[in-house]
């Protein structure tokens, strides 16, 4: 069964770094495509970044030069490092999984199978 763990929210100054952790378990991270997304109260979820089963990463313009993401496949987890947080990131983000092997990735909700239960990040300013 394929579940993912969202992990490593919670409320940081603005200005702060986070990083959030996905825990897959059913599978192994290098074999599919693994993305972030995050949804802002009252909006609608977006996506943000994706890493493909080769390790080629994807971005979307907003988040470059702040967000990084990476894998460890001993640890089966995903992470997603934010830095310079601002108030606008405030926003329950969530990782899903594609389940495709491929070298490249995007951000495409509908082309992503399973997804976890989402972390709370709130920043303060």
């Known amino acids: 069964e394929v579940q993912l763990v969202e992990s490593g929210g919670g409320l940081v100054q603005a200005g702060g770094s986070l990083r959030l952790s996905c825990a897959a378990s059913g599978f192994t991270v290098d074999d599919y495509v693994i993305g972030w997304f995050r949804q802002a109260p009252g909006k609608e979820r977006e996506g943000l970044s994706c890493i493909s089963s080769d390790g080629t990463t994807y971005y979307v313009d907003s988040v470059k030069g702040r967000f990084t993401i990476s894998s460890d496949i001993a640890k089966n987890t995903v992470f997603l490092q934010i830095n310079n947080l601002k108030a606008e990131d405030t926003a329950v983000y969530y990782c899903?999984?594609?389940?495709?092997?491929?070298?490249?990735?995007?951000?495409?909700?509908?082309?992503?199978?399973?997804w976890g239960q989402g972390t709370q990040v709130t920043v303060s300013s």
């Open positions: 899903a999984v594609e389940a495709i092997h491929s070298d490249r990735c995007d951000v495409t909700e509908n082309e992503y199978d399973y």
